[in-house]
């Protein structure tokens, strides 16, 4: 089992930027690939990115894509997400999530360990 812990959410403008961390403990971190889903209040959890075990490949949601990056430090155990030209519809609770398989993927039943998520509020 992993335990994984995300930091850096926040309240941002529009236009603005933030970078989640994710830290990881509890088992082998590079073994494994890793994603990032959020949720806004009243909708269900969606797909936001993943990045497989060497982090070598990286999958993104259409609605993220050229705003935000997946990456991956394995002496860290820690992934994060950088989050740049912040829209108010980017607001949601960002969470980490590990699966038991090196490769990518997209869907919450790929992904069998998440975190208690961080909060990000995009003002306008």
């Known amino acids: 089992q992993v335990q994984l812990v995300e930091s850096g959410g926040g309240l941002v403008q529009a236009g603005g930027s933030l970078r989640l961390s994710c830290a990881a403990s509890?088992?082998?971190?590079?073994?494994?690939?890793m994603g990032w889903f959020r949720q806004a209040p009243g909708k269900e959890r969606e797909f936001v990115a993943s990045?497989?075990?060497?982090?070598?490949?990286?999958y993104y949601a259409d609605s993220v894509k050229g705003r935000f990056t997946i990456s991956r430090d394995n002496v860290k155990n820690t992934v994060y997400l950088q989050m740049n030209s912040l829209k108010p519809e980017d607001t949601a609770v960002y969470y980490c999530?590990?699966?038991?398989?090196?490769?990518?993927?997209?869907?919450?039943?790929?992904?069998?360990?998440w975190g208690q998520g961080t909060q990000v509020t995009v003002s306008s």
């Open positions: 999530a590990s699966r038991g398989s090196p490769v990518v993927a997209r869907t919450i039943a790929d992904f069998q360990s």
């Open positions: 509890g088992r082998t971190f590079a073994a494994y690939a």
């Open positions: 990045i497989s075990r060497s982090g070598g490949s990286t």
